[in-house]
Nanobody, 126 residues
Framework: QVQLVESGGGLVQPGGSLRLSCAASGFTLDYYTIGWFRQAPGKERERVSCIGRSDGSTYYTDSVKGRFTISRDNAKNTVYLQMNSLKPDDTAVYYC???????????????????WGKGTLVTVSS
């Protein structure tokens, strides 16, 4: 079965750091573009970051540029999201998803993403 499982969320103080993991099973992650999305209470799900296939292209939404870094470890079949200098506005459930087309994530088309994980909660609060 195709499955994505997020982990690494938790409670952190403003200015702190967390690293989220997205572990894949049933397919090889390096064959696909992978995206991170987040959804805060009362808000729509938004694209946070994307990582491409062979060329290693990355995308970050403006609000996280310079603070978040997306990467992949093909040997572990896992994509990571390193989050530094966290702010209360970063509080959300974070999801990873596979992009079967290789362009939906970069176009911000959440409907084009497939095999969503169940999410991991990140809470930034003092």
């Amino acid at each position: 079965q195709v499955q994505l499982v997020e982990s690494g969320g938790g409670l952190v103080q403003p200015g702190g750091s967390l690293r989220l993991s997205c572990a894949a099973s049933g397919f090889t992650l390096d064959y696909y573009t992978i995206g991170w999305f987040r959804q805060a209470p009362g808000k729509e799900r938004e694209r946070v970051s994307c990582i491409g296939r062979s060329d290693g292209s990355t995308y970050y939404t403006d609000s996280v540029k310079g603070r978040f870094t997306i990467s992949r470890d093909n040997a572990k079949n896992t994509v990571y999201l390193q989050m530094n200098s966290l702010k209360p506005d970063d509080t959300a459930v974070y999801y990873c998803a596979m992009d079967p087309y290789g362009s939906s994530c970069y176009h911000g088309e959440a409907s084009g993403m497939d095999y969503w994980g169940k999410g991991t909660l990140v809470t930034v609060s003092s």
